[in-house]
C-alpha cells in the first residue's frame, strides 16, 4: 500500500467487488404470519463447497478495537461465503482486499486495493468466495455479531500476515501506509 485511502461508507455499490451489503433499507418485505411479520427475503446467498460442508449459524463477541491501530492480517475463506450481521447496535469497520489473480487459488491479496468502510449498525455483509478480509473490527464497544458461514471438510481460512515494517494503518479517517500514523 503506498496511499492514503479514505474510510468509505458502506453500500451496495461500493461493496459489490467483495460481496453483498445486507439490509433492510432497499429491500421490499413480505407480509408473513396472517400479516404479523414482515420477512426481508433472499438479502445474501451463502455458498458453501466442498465435501461434507453446510452451512452454520454462530455467535460472535468481539472486542472493540483503538484507533491508530496497524493492521496485522488479512484472511480469506476460500470454501464459503461468511456473512455477519451485527446484534449489538454499534458501528463497525470492514477492511477487504481482492485476490491478486482471481483466476489463481493461492493468490495473496491485491494491497494496492485495500479498502476500508464503516458499517452502521443495520448494516450486514456476506464476503464472497476468497476475498481476503480483516477479523472482525468492533470499534464503540464489545459487540455481538451474528455469522453465518461453511462448517466441513477441507481448509477454509487462510492468513496472510503482514511484515511489521510494512503493515498499514487504520485510523479514524481511513487507510494509511506504513510509517504513517
Not at 452454520?56 to 456473512?83: C, D, K, N, Y
Request: hydrophobic share 40%; net charge negative.
Amino acid at each position: 500500500m503506498e496511499r492514503f485511502a479514505p474510510m468509505q461508507r458502506l453500500s451496495p455499490r461500493a461493496f459489490a467487488p467483495f460481496g453483498e451489503v445486507l439490509s433492510m433499507r432497499d429491500a421490499e418485505p413480505k407480509l408473513i404470519n396472517a400479516g404479523t411479520s414482515r420477512r426481508y427475503n433472499g438479502l445474501g446467498h451463502i455458498v458453501t463447497c466442498g465435501y461434507h460442508a453446510g452451512a452454520i449459524i454462530s455467535l460472535f463477541r468481539s472486542q472493540p478495537r483503538h484507533l491508530p491501530m496497524r493492521v496485522q492480517l488479512l484472511e480469506r475463506h476460500p470454501l464459503g461465503t461468511q456473512a455477519f450481521y451485527p446484534l449489538s447496535g454499534h458501528a463497525y469497520l470492514i477492511l477487504v482486499a481482492p485476490p491478486l489473480d482471481f483466476h489463481n487459488a493461492d493468490s495473496p491479496p491485491d494491497l494496492g486495493q485495500l479498502t476500508l468502510f464503516r458499517a452502521d449498525p443495520d448494516q450486514g455483509i456476506n464476503l464472497g468466495l476468497n476475498v481476503w478480509h480483516h477479523p472482525l473490527l468492533a470499534m464503540d464497544a464489545e459487540s455481538e455479531f451474528l455469522v453465518v458461514d461453511r462448517e466441513g471438510d477441507g481448509v477454509n481460512c487462510v492468513e496472510f500476515r503482514f511484515d511489521p515494517d510494512l503493515a498499514p494503518w487504520i485510523r479514524p479517517d481511513g487507510l494509511y501506509p506504513e510509517g504513517q500514523v
